[in-house]
């Protein structure tokens, strides 16, 4: 359970830099919404885990993307 938390608590950190959450006035029901289709989901540790590095992966294209462009 901990680690799904956790796990919600990294998607969200990601969508908010990517800026996701908008419009603002609906940012908190669409993270709500998110926490419960993470709870609803009969996610083993492998899958979190696996999870957790789609993310990290992710940010780093991106981030690599965004410094190759300067």
Same mark, same amino acid.
């Given at each position: 359970r901990?680690?799904?938390? $956790?796990?919600a608590?990294?998607?969200?950190? @990601?969508?908010? !830099?990517? /800026?996701?959450?908008?419009?603002?006035? $609906?940012?908190?029901?669409m /993270?709500?919404?998110?926490r419960?289709?993470? !709870?609803?989901?009969?996610?083993?540790?492998?899958?979190?885990?696996?999870?957790?590095?789609?993310? @990290?992966?992710?940010?780093?294209?991106?981030q690599?993307?965004?410094?190759r @462009?300067?």
């Open positions: 901990i680690e799904i938390e $956790k796990l608590d990294h998607w969200e950190q @990601r969508l908010e !830099a990517a /800026r996701f959450f908008f419009p603002p006035d $609906k940012a908190a029901s /993270r709500l919404t998110l419960n289709l993470w !709870a609803r989901l009969p996610l083993t540790r492998a899958d979190v885990q696996i999870f957790h590095g789609v993310i @990290r992966q992710m940010a780093w294209a991106a690599n993307r965004d410094s @462009r300067d």
